[in-house]
């Protein structure tokens, strides 16, 4: 197959920081020289290419590596659109993107920072991920899917690993195909707020007494993605393994309160430039949805605090305005119980108190019991199906959703 085949069979898309930060500051000549023999380069993999369909449309020099995954594909959850030169990064569980094309296969360079990230992949709208991918901390292509039928067909990639231990760094992604596009937005955005719980702490693990692997850590069975997969909505998921609102159960420092307004937890700081978080990429700053419905579960790492609540109740209030301030409009549902029970009535107390309309609490307590199966003791693949109907069923009650 000569390069003219290749090129009308194989549409890529090359995320190219240097060019980003270089056109950023106006496309100097020596980055115009780079430009221009980049433009020549004969491989596929390291030119900025596109469809014949879609060249016309698009400005092959100084392209954004996030317009490109903006323009071309639909991206899930949290993300950091550009962290010094090295690609678009996802931290936060369950973050991705989503397309559709026309063609066989699809592939994707990418690379963890930190440790091994568990990458899922869902083809053509699957409950279950078709392939699971252990992404390791060189840039390299994976299979997305091969052997497709021709025809139109949908991927979907998720982080699946919690970003207390790494981040997921995005990289050229190309098709065997053409017409790459983004799947349309899905109507309902739900955000999730939590710990080691809200992440799917060892939901793959065979035992209670398994040690903590990312590999284990398999978010597409815990209960966010369950409760957005059955309202077909979109889960913004903001959770790491230790945090509480006070403190954290680890050797961590970092506070929800101090983390929750950020793209990308503190991977953007500690990893790349060494920035303090009042440097780094709010999320509120980039461009997304907003949530309709925000579930938060906090206050397992902090039951050290049942003896005495006050400060305890006094940071969760604050964080409850602030999550609030953030989200004037959308309904909040607390929630807390199924790992520890020494702060319920405490915050059920709080949030009955906090006058708000339309925050609720959804005890987790109810009619349930949880066998605790995971990895060091946390909820199994089966307990969180009893946290998702239980939080589903308060969710429709109060939204009205179907």
């Known amino acids: 197959m000569n390069m003219k085949n290749a090129f009308l069979r194989t549409f890529s898309l090359v995320l190219t920081v240097a060019l980003l930060t270089a056109c ?18 004969s491989s596929m993999t390291s030119s900025a290419q596109i469809s014949s369909e879609q060249a016309s449309s698009k400005e092959e020099a100084g392209v954004s590596q996030t317009n490109e995954y903006v323009k071309y594909t639909r991206l899930l959850g949290r993300y ?22 026309e063609g066989t296969a699809a592939y994707l360079n990418m690379m963890a920072t930190g440790g091994n990230v568990l990458v899922g992949v869902f083809v053509d709208g699957a409950e279950k991920h078709t392939s699971l991918l252990e992404v390791g901390t060189n840039m390299k292509e994976y299979i997305l899917a091969e052997n497709l039928t021709e025809g139109k067909h949908t991927i979907r990639v998720l982080k699946l690993s919690e970003a207390k231990h790494s981040s997921l760094i995005l990289g050229n992604l190309r098709v065997d195909g053409k017409n790459i596009q983004p799947t349309e937005k899905q109507e309902r955005v739900i955000e999730f707020i939590g710990d080691s719980i809200t992440c799917g702490f060892g939901t793959l693990a065979t035992s209670a007494a398994a040690p903590f692997s990312t590999l284990e850590e398999d978010a597409s069975i815990a209960y966010p993605y369950l409760i957005a997969s059955h309202f077909d909505a979109e889960a913004q998921i903001i959770a790491r393994s230790g945090i509480g609102i006070l403190g954290d159960s680890g050797n961590g420092t970092e506070t929800m309160p101090e983390v929750y ?3 990308a937890y503190k991977q953007q700081n500690s990893l790349f430039e060494g920035k303090q978080f009042d440097k780094m990429t709010k999320w509120a700053d980039v461009d997304h949805e907003k949530p309709d419905a925000i579930v938060i579960n906090m206050g397992t790492n902090d039951w050290k605090y049942h003896n ?29 119980g199924n790992m520890h029970t020494a702060l319920h009535t405490t915050i059920k107390t709080l949030v009955e108190g906090m006058g708000d309309k339309n925050m609720k609490f959804v005890d987790l307590l109810t009619n349930q019991t949880y066998d605790l199966a995971g990895a060091g003791g946390h909820p199994s693949a089966a307990d969180h199906v009893k946290m998702a109907d239980l939080l589903i069923d308060a969710i429709s009650d109060t939204m009205k959703w179907k």
Not at 24 to 41: D, F, H, I, M, V
Not at 310 to 320: G, H, S
């Open 261 to 263: 307004e950020y793209a």
């Open 308 to 336: 005495d609540t006050a400060p305890f109740v006094d940071e969760y209030k604050k964080f409850l305005k602030t999550v609030r301030k953030a989200n004037p409009d959308a309904k909040i549902f607390v929630t807390y």
């Open 24 to 41: 950023a500051a106006g496309c100097n000549k020596e980055t115009a020289s780079s430009t221009s023999s980049q433009k020549e380069a």
């Open 80 to 101: 950091l659109p550009n962290t010094s030169g090295k690609g678009l990064t996802l931290s936060w569980t369950c973050s991705g993107f989503e397309f559709t094309f």
